[in-house]
């Protein structure tokens, strides 16, 4: 069974800053798809960023970013120059092809002012 | 496109009693699925659906919980005879599936359950 385990309950940093977010999943897959999704307080799931497996380059999204490193099944994130509004629940997703998506419990980062 | 739909927002229900959620998604996604989320966790995956058809139940979903998409669009989730350890956020999502290349979820913004 696949399973997403995201270490850090809960971080917080200063405003400008960059934070990483760890992730590691499990799955005896080849082929799959990775995601980070935000969910504010408003409680709506955003999509903010999204790998394919089978991709080496690592995706970015303006100031965010991942870190894939397929061997040991790591996913990070990396948000550089941190916003106030980055503050949110962030959850480490795994999706095998049509399949459902498996969430790790989630990170609450905290931006500082 | 005005994104997935959830309705109501907010449900407190006494204990016992039944309660209907629905989830409108996005018109053109053939995907739709059914998340419950406890405060302070990520989303437990209980049900989806393509097109009409319900393609898997988690075994979180009780005999209690019902969920159908009748013609396709939208679904409702019902929870029948309701206790206090259904409170929580039921996430709808929708996607289209097609070829093997998934663009993720478009999550709607859930429907807090309270049972009182």
């Known amino acids: 069974a696949q399973t997403v385990t995201q270490s850090q309950p809960e971080m917080s940093v200063q405003e400008a800053e960059t934070v990483t977010l760890s992730c590691t999943y499990d799955?005896?897959?080849?082929?799959?798809?990775l995601f980070w999704y935000k969910q504010p307080p408003s409680r709506q799931m955003i999509l903010v960023i999204r790998?394919?497996?089978?991709?080496?380059q690592n995706a970015t999204e303006n100031r965010f970013s991942v870190n894939f490193q397929k061997a040991a099944k790591s996913f990070s994130l990396k948000i550089s120059d941190s916003q106030l509004g980055d503050t949110a629940m962030y959850f480490c997703?795994?999706?095998?092809?049509?399949?459902?998506?498996?969430f790790g419990k989630g990170t609450r980062l905290h931006i500082l002012p | 496109d005005t994104g997935v739909s959830q309705d109501p927002r907010h449900k407190i229900t006494k204990r016992g009693q039944n309660v209907t959620f629905r989830c409108d998604p996005i018109?053109?996604?053939?995907?739709l699925y059914w998340y419950r989320q406890t405060l302070g966790q990520g989303p437990e995956f209980l049900t989806y659906?393509?097109?009409?058809?319900?393609?898997?139940k988690s075994r979180l979903l009780s005999d209690r919980f019902s969920a159908e998409r009748p013609k396709g669009s939208f679904s409702t989730l019902e929870i029948q005879r309701t206790e206090q350890g259904d409170s929580a956020m039921y996430l709808c999502?929708?996607?289209?599936?097609?070829?093997?290349?998934?663009?993720?979820?478009?999550f709607g913004s859930g429907t807090r359950l309270t049972v009182v």
């Open positions: 999502a929708s996607s289209l599936v097609g070829g093997t290349h998934p663009n993720g979820y478009t």
């Open positions: 799955t005896s897959e080849n082929n799959y798809y």
């Open positions: 790998q394919e497996a089978y991709k080496q």
């Open positions: 997703a795994f999706i095998h092809r049509d399949d459902k998506i498996i």
């Open positions: 018109s053109e996604h053939n995907r």
């Open positions: 659906f393509q097109n009409e058809a319900q393609l898997e």
